[in-house]
């Protein structure tokens, strides 16, 4: 493959990324996306509000990691549907095994720490 080509390839996959394909659009026949995906939805009415989302920065094991974007891949899912997916069935089981975890609203602040 010439130079030109291979930038070519990487401006394209890099727009795919950007563009919301995630790294979907880096692997070889995948299907470009023309439109950037939502990361929050609208409830529908009747429905409960949409879960809110927040960012995670964590060090992984990096096969699993892999592993987890092939399956992303093979059924035309981000990873983080993948990702939340298996959260929420990890948060299930622990609970089904040691009680509901119930979530304090208490927001601490760092000024009361000494």
């Known amino acids: 493959m010439s130079k030109a080509k291979r930038e070519k390839a990487l401006k394209d996959g890099l727009q795919s990324i950007s563009a919301g394909g995630g790294f979907a659009g880096l692997i070889k026949g995948a299907a470009p996306t023309d439109q950037a995906q939502s990361t929050t939805q609208a409830p ?8 809110t989302y927040g960012r995670l920065c964590a060090v992984v094991n990096i096969e699993l990691q892999r592993k987890m974007q092939v399956i992303a891949h093979r059924h035309s899912l981000t990873f983080k549907e993948v990702l939340e997916q298996a959260m929420s069935k990890a948060v299930a089981a622990y609970e089904e095994k040691n009680g509901v975890i119930t979530l304090s609203d208490d927001n601490k602040d760092s000024k009361d720490l000494f």
């Open 44 to 51: 529908k009415a009747g429905t409960a509000a949409a879960p």
